[in-house]
């Protein structure tokens, strides 16, 4: 069963960090390429990076383009959102995803709220 579980959101002040992290289980991560969404309220989901097997990164959104870096961790299955410089606009559901076996995936979601 294809499974990914995000943690490490929370609430922080402008200009502060958060790191979030998204295991993922049921396979071959290495060969599938992951991409960060988020979803504001209100709004649609949308993608924000992603990183491809081979380690290459695709930008989606402006804003984040200097903030935010994804990296990934193939002994751990793991792949990681790096966000600093957090604004009140990063305030989402963060989720991870990826498209395997010929359909998308997503996990629950992890909440960041920007707030001073």
């Known amino acids: 069963q294809v499974r990914l579980v995000e943690s490490g959101g929370g609430l922080v002040q402008p200009g502060e960090s958060l790191r979030l992290s998204c295991v993922a289980s049921?396979?071959?991560?290495?060969?599938?390429?992951m991409t960060w969404y988020r979803q504001a309220p209100g709004s649609e989901r949308e993608a924000v990076i992603g990183i491809v097997y081979s380690g290459a990164i695709i930008n989606y959104v402006d804003s984040v383009k200097d903030r935010f870096l994804i990296s990934r961790d193939e002994d751990k299955n793991t792949v990681y959102l790096q966000m600093n410089s957090l604004e009140p606009e990063d305030t989402a559901v963060y989720y991870c995803g990826t498209h395997v076996f010929g359909s998308s995936i997503w996990g629950q979601g992890t909440q960041v709220t920007v707030s001073p």
């Open positions: 049921g396979f071959t991560f290495s060969k599938y390429g």
